[in-house]
């Protein structure tokens, strides 16, 4: 762990720290915005699932307003247009996540935040921990982990654990404990600490 605490110290003191906080600033205003924009950020979430990040973020800056209004066929076809691996079933998930549109900005107001991924877990199809996660870290909240294959790949780099077969909830958890746990060593939020890890793995400062 050291060594890893090393290399986020000697980043925090270098311009990365600028971009970072940057974005986690861009990310505490969309907690301002509007449902639909909050649910735009969803849809983001939703297509991010097994699939490329960067390329996710193309599809949303193309087909923005879509995710309000377009049918499951129209948003399939788009989604498959711009080269989505899985098109028909985030399609589906979008469509069917609708229902939970003006239902995000009173739920985000939870007090007990655990019980506000879980609300996202139950209520929304296709986000499990690590989408929810993301969800609610790209909308300004600080205190979740989202544990996908770049930061398994670093913390198994450092042996700080062994590569999960499969990411259970319990295993999520213990996980995300350990996260915490290196956050409170450099002075990070998990939020924070993500994205310097992606910046570790990947050389890369995405959402």
């Not at 907690?31 to 990040?53: G, M, Q």
């Not at 209520?123 to 300004?140: D, M, P, Q, T």
């Amino acid at each position: 762990m050291n060594e890893l605490i090393k290399q986020i110290q000697s980043l925090k003191d270098g311009e990365i720290d600028n971009l970072i906080q940057k974005r986690i600033g861009e990310f505490k205003e969309l907690n301002k915005k509007p449902s639909d924009e909050l649910f735009k950020e969803l849809c983001f979430c939703i297509l991010t699932a097994n699939f490329n990040a960067e390329k996710s973020i193309k599809i949303q800056n193309e087909i923005g307003e879509c995710f309000l209004d377009n049918s499951e066929e129209e948003l399939a076809k788009k989604l498959k247009n711009l080269g989505h691996r899985y098109p028909n079933t985030r399609a589906k998930y979008i469509s069917e996540s609708r229902k939970c549109k003006e239902s995000l900005r009173e739920v985000i107001q939870f007090n007990d935040k655990k019980k506000l991924r879980e609300w996202i877990v139950n209520n929304v199809k296709g986000l499990g921990y690590k989408e929810a996660s993301h969800f609610l870290r790209n909308i300004g909240f600080d205190d979740f982990a989202i544990i996908d294959f770049h930061i398994v790949d670093i913390l198994v780099k450092h042996d700080l654990i062994k590569r999960p077969k499969t990411l259970t909830k319990t295993r999520y958890l213990q996980i995300e404990n350990l996260l915490r746990t290196i956050g409170k060593k450099t002075d990070l939020t998990l939020a924070e600490l993500d994205l310097y890890l992606w910046y570790l793995e990947t050389g890369k400062i995405l959402k």
